[in-house]
Structures are given as C-alpha cells and as structure tokens.
C-alpha cells in the first residue's frame, strides 16, 4: 500500500502571496489531519477532516484553511504568507477517528521570503 | 487545555545500552491515548507506542517500552539495546479519548546514540 504522500515536497513563496499544499492519505483512509512543525513552536495541530467534514480546530488565524474532497484527499491554504509561516507542514491520515494509528506523509517545506 | 512537556531537548546514549526518555502531560480527562513518535532526519513521523489511560499495564513494542504513572501524569519512553538507528527526534503527543485524530505533542528529545 502506498503511503501519506504530500506535494509538493518544497515550496519557496514571498510574503503576501497564498499557497494551497496538498495530501494523498492512505487508500481507504477517511480522516486526514494537517500540523505545522517550527523549531520555535514545534509541532502544533491546524485542522482535521473527516468525510469531507472538518472536525477539529487548531489555534491559527483565519488565514489557514483546509478542505476534503469525495476521495478523501486533503488540501490546505494559506493566503497572505507572512515570514512567520515558513515551516514543514505534515499529513497524517488514518482510517477513522478512534484508536486508529495516523500515518504521517513526509511533509511539504515551505519557505516565505 | 491539554499540555505536553518534554524535559530533555538532547539525549545520548551508548550503542546496546538503555535509555528514558521522560515526558509529563497535564489534563483534566480521565480518558485519553498517550503517544511515543519517532522522526529520523528522513522526517517522516512514525508510531513507536501508544497507551490506552485506561489500561494499567504498561504497552510495549518489542525493544520499546513505557512507564505510565497515571496518577503522576508521566509517561516515559525506554528504548533497550540501543541501535544507531534509534537516533531521531522523539515527540510523546496527547489524543483526547473521543476527539477525532487531534494530537497535542511534546517539544521533542533528539537522541544521538554514538557507536
């Protein structure tokens, strides 16, 4: 079974601009969630999907946002790129939402200069 | 609002040898899954171990284990017969008990084991 796979692998924007970073979970994996790794925050929760649905919330402004589609693929954007935002931003899917493992894509570098 | 605490930034360890990788965690639930995660420089993020709050024998993974002290929120990660290949960063991370797929992680111990 092919894994999380994410794309692009590396992102290079300047401020202002928006992004859209995207995520192949797992076939047959229904929930994908999205987090956003920076040596000064570390790892923090964006947002979670499930059948097309968001679930969960994290703490981020408006500026971030994600949805599902049908096949269970995961998008997410982020308009008006600050430097604050550079970071590594990871996928995970797993098959529901209860004690299923996540599994983790490799995560899409994004740099904002 | 749950949070997770990592004590130690930086970890070694002699190859073959034991280490305890330490993390406490704050939470008003009595339910709730506690998570060990591996990320080697490839960085992609892997399952080591998982908890169950409700379960008081403590889970284990071949050369990983846990002590999970409940009362004291604790949840340490041994790894025996250290190999080379268990240098990574660790994260322990949080999941409430019926929440969907949120994980609230640790700061992260990186662990160099030296030959």
């Known amino acids: 079974k092919a894994g999380v796979t994410q794309t692009p692998r590396y992102l290079i924007k300047t401020r202002g601009q928006q992004v859209t970073l995207s995520c192949s979970p797992i076939?047959?994996?229904?929930?994908v969630s999205w987090y956003q790794q920076t040596p000064g925050q570390g790892l923090q929760f964006l947002f979670e999907?499930?059948?097309?649905?968001?679930?969960n919330k994290g703490n981020f402004p408006g500026r971030f946002s994600g949805r599902q589609f049908s096949n269970s693929r995961s998008e997410m954007n982020v308009s008006t790129l600050e430097l604050g935002d550079s970071a590594l931003y990871l996928c995970a899917s797993s098959l529901e939402a209860t004690y299923n493992e996540q599994f983790f894509g490799p995560g899409t570098r994004l740099t904002v200069l | 609002a749950q949070t997770v605490t990592q004590s130690q930034p930086e970890m070694s360890v002699q190859e073959a040898e034991t280490v305890t990788l330490s993390c406490t965690y704050d939470t008003s639930e009595s339910d709730y899954y506690l998570f060990w995660y591996k990320q080697p420089p490839s960085r992609q993020m892997i399952l080591v171990i998982r908890?169950?709050?409700?379960?008081?024998q403590n889970a284990t993974e071949n050369r990983f284990s846990v002590n999970f002290q409940k009362a004291a929120k604790s949840f340490s990660l041994k790894i025996s017969d250290s190999q080379l290949g268990d240098a990574a960063m660790y994260f322990c991370?949080?999941?409430?008990?019926?929440?969907?797929?949120?994980?609230?992680f640790g700061g992260g111990t990186r662990l160099m084991v030296k030959p």
């Open positions: 991370a949080y999941r409430r008990w019926n929440a969907g797929n949120m994980l609230t």
């Open positions: 908890q169950e709050a409700y379960k008081q």
């Open positions: 076939s047959g994996h229904r929930s």
């Open positions: 999907y499930f059948s097309e649905t968001q679930r």
